[in-house]
C-alpha cells in the first residue's frame, strides 16, 4: 500500500517506458509541417514552351482523371530529340560511368 501511494500516478514502469517511446518517435511519424499555399499563378507558367512540342503551355490540355497524368499538346510536331552516340543502359537512357568503365573492360578482354 505504501508503495502504491509514493508510485507515479500515470502507470507501471511498463507503460511508463512505452510512453517516453511514444513521444520519442511521435516527431519522427508526424507529417512536415507545410508553408502555405501561394495562390497559383498561371500566368508565368502558361507563358512557358512545352518540352514535346514548343508550343506554349496555355494551348495543352492536361488530364488528371486518372492516376497517370496526361499532357495532351495540340499539335503532333515534335521537337528533335538530342542525338545520342553515347552507349545506353537497359532502359534507354544514358549509360552512367560505372557502366561505360564496364563496358571497355569487357571490349578489352
Not at 482523371?65 to 538530342?82: A, G, I, K, W
Request: with cysteine; hydrophobic share 30%.
Amino acid at each position: 500500500m505504501a508503495r502504491d501511494e509514493a508510485g507515479h500516478d500515470d502507470g507501471n514502469a511498463f507503460t511508463r517506458f512505452f510512453d517516453r517511446v511514444d513521444r520519442a518517435l511521435t516527431p519522427a511519424f508526424e507529417s512536415p509541417r507545410m508553408a502555405p499555399e501561394e495562390p497559383d499563378d498561371r500566368s508565368q507558367s502558361g507563358e512557358k514552351p512545352c518540352p514535346l512540342c514548343g508550343h506554349p503551355m496555355f494551348e495543352h490540355r492536361i488530364d488528371e482523371s486518372t492516376s497517370n497524368v496526361l499532357l495532351e499538346c495540340p499539335t503532333d510536331e515534335r521537337l528533335p530529340e538530342p542525338a545520342a552516340t553515347a552507349p545506353l543502359n537497359e532502359f534507354g537512357m544514358p549509360a552512367s560511368e560505372e557502366r561505360l568503365a564496364k563496358l571497355k573492360r569487357n571490349d578489352h578482354a
